[in-house]
């Protein structure tokens, strides 16, 4: 059993490292708003994580998978999604480079205000690019990620220690992928952390918002144009 668990851990781990949607959002919200909200955003992809965790020992991930017309609305969902975040980063980015000095909307010195509670999340560009709450991005994001129930009811099967019931196994084996998630993903929100005086030069910051934006939109394009 400790084989099994140990080759999952090598699998999910490289399906945890590879860039994709959730890396884009975190870098965003990091960029953006600062490392505690996108600590708060990985939050709510291991979360999202977890809700497709339970979908898939409930069944109900395989019908999706298994359903075209409900596979293509999930994913339409998630492509424009994503597809709106990247827009609106890129909207606020160049409200913020055009915006006049000493309007409180430049990107040196201004704050964000997350639209829940009216108080300032850190340096950011003071444009209000990320308000709303940042658990509920990182979780819409991944759960509107189609691609999740495909992977969940396809390899963790593959992966699931023969002794255990399939249950239990499955669930620990979400567990496993959902902390694997949360390190790495909080790990390099603090990286980006340690980069923080660099990234937010106004040349730099601008930089990164339009690299996040349309990074978010090709990967909304991608996930609309990708079969199962």
Do not use: C, Q
Not at 88 to 99: D, P, Q, S, V
């Amino acid at each position: 059993m400790l084989t099994h668990f140990a080759a999952a851990i090598g699998v999910l781990g490289l399906l945890t490292i590879v860039p994709g949607p959730d890396m884009a959002v975190v870098t965003r919200r990091a960029i953006a708003a600062g490392p505690a909200d996108a600590l708060r955003t990985v939050g709510g992809i291991a979360t999202g994580l977890l809700v497709w965790g339970a979908l898939t020992v409930a069944g109900l991930a395989a019908v999706l998978a298994a359903s075209p017309a409900a596979y293509l609305a999930v994913k339409l969902l998630g492509a424009g999604y994503l597809v709106f975040l990247g827009v609106r980063a890129l909207w606020h980015n160049r409200r913020a480079a055009t915006a006049p000095a000493g309007t409180g909307t430049g990107t040196e010195t201004g704050t964000e205000t997350d639209s829940e509670t009216g108080t300032g999340t850190g340096a950011g560009t003071g444009t209000r690019a990320t308000a709303g709450s940042p658990w509920r991005t990182g979780l819409i994001s991944n759960v509107l990620n189609p691609k999740i129930a495909v992977s969940y009811t396809g390899l963790l099967p593959t992966l699931a220690p023969p002794r255990l019931p399939t249950a239990w196994a499955m669930t620990l084996l979400v567990l496993l992928h959902a902390g694997l998630t949360l390190a790495w993903l909080s790990g390099y929100v603090l990286l980006l952390s340690k980069a923080g005086p660099v990234l937010r030069t106004p040349r730099v910051h601008r930089a990164l918002g339009w690299t996040t934006g349309v990074v978010l939109i090709g990967f909304g394009l991608a996930v609309a144009t990708t079969s199962a």
